[in-house]
Nanobody, 119 residues
Framework: QVQLVESGGGLVQAGGSLRLSCAAS????????MDWFRQAPGNEREFVAR????????YYAESVKGRFTISRDITKNTVDLQMNSLKPEDTAIYYC????????????WGQGTQVTVSS
């Protein structure tokens, strides 16, 4: 059974930092991409960042480029999201998701972790 479990959310002041972690288990993730999404109240879920499990290549939404860094630890099966220079508009529930690189749908999602940035 595949599980994605997020941790590391919390409350931080604007300009501060948080590090989210996604622990993945239940299968090997070769040829998968691991993504972070977020959803703020009243908004649709939006893509934040991606890392390709095989080679570690990354991709970011324009809104977080230069502030967020996604990384993976193959030995621990974790995907982290380092968030710096946080803004109130970064407030959302953050979700970890995984899919085969060639797929269009995400079969695996975490339960989400709340990030709140105060002004």
């Amino acid at each position: 059974q595949v599980q994605l479990v997020e941790s590391g959310g919390g409350l931080v002041q604007a300009g501060g930092s948080l590090r989210l972690s996604c622990a993945a288990s239940g299968r090997t993730f070769s040829n998968y991409v691991m993504d972070w999404f977020r959803q703020a109240p009243g908004n649709e879920r939006e893509f934040v960042a991606r890392i390709r499990w095989t080679d570690g290549s990354t991709y970011y939404a324009e809104s977080v480029k230069g502030r967020f860094t996604i990384s993976r630890d193959i030995t621990k099966n974790t995907v982290d999201l380092q968030m710096n220079s946080l803004k109130p508009e970064d407030t959302a529930i953050y979700y970890c998701a995984a899919k085969p690189a060639v797929a269009s749908q995400y079969p695996y999602w975490g339960q989400g972790t709340q990030v709140t940035v105060s002004s």
